[in-house]
């Protein structure tokens, strides 16, 4: 079970990475185990991992095999969408990889615009052609929208692609995936990257009507999932401590790193989210890039959200206890740098150095 400890002392040359909201906790040891035994098959194909996957997977979200497609990360699960239509709806500030596919596949890309509460500002009425592709809670914005919006998307849109990666963080994580094999116009996709720990594999699974999951099945390349992943996802799926561990470390340490951010003058606005990151507001909209900079220079790695569409932000992954230390003693360094460089700067202007 995790337990929040003291933080170690600083090593020299550490780095701690906050910037692909990667799990504090590292793997599940049982998926690591079954990775380990699966290994002795790796001259097999993996139809009958893939199979048992799926059936696990599957009873996990309480939706039937023929409605559950497994696919190689978020990309392939995108890719087999847009085979489907010829126009892709992406919200700005918004995850980029959507816009990313439909571009290299040829489609007409549209945006659904945020406003100032990070709320879609796009009419659902307009949202009439293509599929739109929605993350809830959203990257990097760290929100869900509001229920009377989704649901009139939900409701009246031809097809909606509905990204819960960061779902199991919110406060209540509640999955839409059961309703999507009862419709025609909605897919449910669930990653396996956050919630459930496993980056380094590219996996994730896709819910929705059994016609809607053939016709993507159709389109789907021969054997799409690895041995590795789909031994990964069943060891993950085994081990729920695990999983509850990792979705409890990650919302008692969320206020604290927010807490930390706070407390540096670099920034002037701290939003906690329902997602596994932090953001925090530079002072001057150009000062993300600097204090990205400066913090990787001590050993720190977060995230500049300017390619998210969200400039002067930065998106700081939940770690550790110990990762919250360093992260504190890198913002304190930073602190100091930019107020002696500004006192400094006020010497020599005093001086006439500088106009």
């Known amino acids: 079970m995790w337990k929040d400890a003291p933080s170690p002392p600083i090593r020299p040359g550490t780095e701690v990475r906050l910037h692909l909201n990667e799990s504090p906790l590292g793997p599940s040891k049982i998926a ?36 559950t497609l497994l696919t190689s990360g978020v990309d392939e699960a995108v890719d087999l969408v847009l085979s489907t239509t010829h126009t892709a709806w992406t919200t700005s500030p918004g995850f ?36 739109v592709l929605l993350a809830q809670p959203n990257n990097p914005t760290g929100n869900t929208f509001g229920p009377d919006w989704l649901h009139a998307v939900l409701r009246d849109t031809p097809l909606v692609f509905l990204d819960e990666t960061y779902l199991r963080f919110g406060p209540a994580p509640v999955s839409r995936a059961a309703r999507a094999p009862h419709t025609d116009n909605l897919l449910v996709y669930s990653s396996f990257s956050k919630s459930f720990g496993l980056a380094g594999v590219r996996l994730g699974a896709v819910f929705g009507s059994q016609k809607t999951i053939r016709a993507l099945r159709a389109a789907q390349r021969y054997e799409a999932v690895d041995t590795v992943a789909l031994a990964a996802a069943e060891g993950v799926l085994a081990d729920r401590p695990h999983l509850a561990d990792l979705r409890r470390c990650v919302v008692e340490l969320r206020p604290r790193y927010a807490e930390v951010l706070a407390t540096a003058d670099l920034f002037d606005h701290v939003r906690e989210t329902e997602a596994n990151f932090v953001l925090a507001r530079c002072r001057t909209p150009a000062g993300a890039g600097g204090v990205v900079a400066g913090l990787a220079a001590l050993g720190v790695r977060v995230c500049d959200t300017a390619a998210f569409g969200l400039p002067g932000w930065v998106r700081v992954s939940v770690g550790t206890s110990r990762s919250l230390h360093v992260l504190a003693q890198a913002l304190t360094e930073l602190d100091h740098r930019a107020a002696g460089g500004a006192a400094d700067l006020n010497t020599r202007t005093q001086d006439g150095e500088t106009a």
């Open 32 to 67: 690591v185990e079954r990775v380990i035994a699966a290994a002795q098959d790796l001259h097999r194909y993996p139809g009958h991992l893939r199979r048992s996957a799926t059936a696990a997977v599957a009873e996990y979200q309480g939706v039937p095999e023929d409605a």
């Open 96 to 131: 980029t990889g959507y816009a990313d596919r439909a571009r290299a596949l040829g489609k007409r890309v549209r945006t659904i615009v945020l406003d100032e509460r990070w709320e879609p500002a796009t009419d659902p009425a307009e949202l009439r052609d293509g599929v």
